[in-house]
Nanobody
Framework: QVQLVESGGGLVQAGGSLRLSCATS????????MGWYRQAPGKQREWVAR???????YYEDVVKGRFTISRDSAKNMVYLQMNSLKPEDTAVYYC??????????WGQGTQVTVSS
């Protein structure tokens, strides 16, 4: 069973920055892709950013240029650097991995609140 633990969320003013971290029990070298999702109150969970095993990165349009996904393979960590945060970025952020056999795993989420 793959375990994912997010951290780094909190309260920040608009325009500020946060870095989310995701510690995984699975070796980064054995996953197909890593990603971050978010779910705002009353809304469905949405994809935010993805990092493929080949290190290609993909971003949802509204965060492009502000968020950066990265990984530290030696530490089995995935990060989401969030800059120029906006109140509409307020959500619970989830780390997710897809392993080689296609199964997806989720973390428990970390709350990000951006005040105006």
């Amino acid at each position: 069973q793959v375990q994912l633990v997010e951290s780094g969320g909190g309260l920040v003013q608009a325009g500020g920055s946060l870095r989310l971290s995701c510690a995984t029990s699975e070796s980064i070298f054995s996953v197909n892709s890593m990603g971050w999702y978010r779910q705002a109150p009353g809304k469905q969970r949405e994809w935010v950013a993805r990092l493929s095993s080949g290190r290609s990165t993909y971003y949802e349009d509204v965060v492009k240029g502000r968020f950066t996904i990265s990984r530290d393979s030696a530490k089995n960590m995935v990060y989401l650097q969030m800059n120029s945060l906006k109140p509409e970025d307020t959500a619970v952020y989830y780390c997710s991995l897809v392993v080689r056999d296609g199964r997806r795993y989720w973390g428990q989420g970390t709350q990000v609140t951006v005040s105006s």
